[in-house]
């Protein structure tokens, strides 16, 4: 019977975690409590997390006088890569939330709008999302959420900078955020 040695390569010397390990391990648990609250709240409406985020993107374009978006659009809006944008719109289109048409300038690609189905669905969640969001944050005052807004835009900023000098990944591959939906 072998036994592993302890301290071996599986198994690395404790330590304490750095403050940035901290805060990763933080942002990671916030991020799946933040999925666990919204997933019921989206799914009273009969739609997940990220049906929502193509919804409110596809709303938002309208608003702005952009109206329909190529998938690609839509993915580097949601920062999310075109095939798990591609399955949620099938299961958009399948309920009729959403439609696809050809591009007037290139019939190879299809663009993607709401409905009249989808845009009734998004007034309906809209009404009371502004308060559900704020419900999340009540126990913050103005000034805590100025300081983590601000955070969040250095971090982004940061972030943003090193996207940019990535490599794109191979395709075919898929990326954690693409998962579960």
């Known amino acids: 019977m072998k036994t592993l040695r302890k ?15 901290l805060v990763w391990r933080g942002l990671l648990r916030i991020f799946g409590l933040l999925r666990q609250v919204m997933e019921p709240y989206f799914a009273q409406y009969g739609i997940s997390g990220p049906q929502w985020g193509i919804l409110r993107v596809l709303h938002r374009s309208e ?47 299809r663009r993607v709008s709401l409905t009249p189905s989808g845009r009734k669905l998004v007034k309906k969640i809209l009404t009371g999302h502004v308060e559900h969001i704020q419900s999340l944050f009540a126990g913050f ?11 969040l835009d250095q971090l982004e900023t940061d972030l943003q900078a090193r996207v940019s000098t990535l490599p794109s990944p191979p395709s075919g591959t898929r990326t954690d955020s693409e998962s579960g939906d």
């Not at 959420?145 to 955070?151: A, C, E, G, I, K």
């Open 63 to 109: 608003a702005q006088g952009r109206g329909s978006l190529r998938i690609t659009d839509l993915g580097q809006l949601m920062l999310i890569r075109p095939p798990s944008v591609t399955g949620a719109i099938d299961r958009l289109e399948r309920r009729g939330l959403v439609q696809r048409n050809p591009s007037k300038d290139d019939r190879r690609v």
């Open 141 to 151: 005052d103005s000034r805590d959420l100025d300081t983590f807004r601000n955070l």
């Open 7 to 21: 301290n071996s390569v599986m198994d690395p010397p404790s330590r304490e975690p750095t403050p940035p390990e």
